[in-house]
């Protein structure tokens, strides 16, 4: 299993560079949810999650991918409606390519699934 995202700013007409983001996995029996990591995203606005250059394997389950981008329109020098985005998900085939793209404007987001 391989989980990566991409951030485009469609107002800006570019990609998201240097959007902070955070995975958390939930679990039934912890209180809130753990964290997995923290990173930003890169120049052409995307991050795959890895480690030493391979990709960190993820259990089945709920996850919740947070985007800081209050952080990323106040570097960018605009004005945004939502300061974060959280895009809740489950992963049920542990051994698929799972990526999440996050379509933002200052005023309005959406996701899918990609591949």
Do not use: C, N, W
């Amino acid at each position: 299993m391989s989980l990566s995202t991409h951030v485009l700013d469609a107002g800006l007409g570019r990609p998201a560079e240097g959007v902070p983001i955070q995975l958390t996995r939930s679990d039934d029996q912890a209180a809130a949810a753990i964290p997995l990591f923290t990173a930003v995203t890169d120049s052409d606005g995307r991050h795959r999650h890895q480690s030493a250059g391979k990709d960190v394997p993820l259990a089945a389950g709920i996850y919740e991918l947070t985007f800081d981008t209050g952080a990323y329109f106040t570097a960018s020098g605009q004005t945004g409606f939502y300061p974060k985005v959280t895009v809740t998900f489950e992963i049920t085939d542990v051994t698929a390519h799972h990526h999440v793209p996050l379509l933002l404007s200052p005023f309005a987001f959406s996701t899918y699934r990609g591949s």
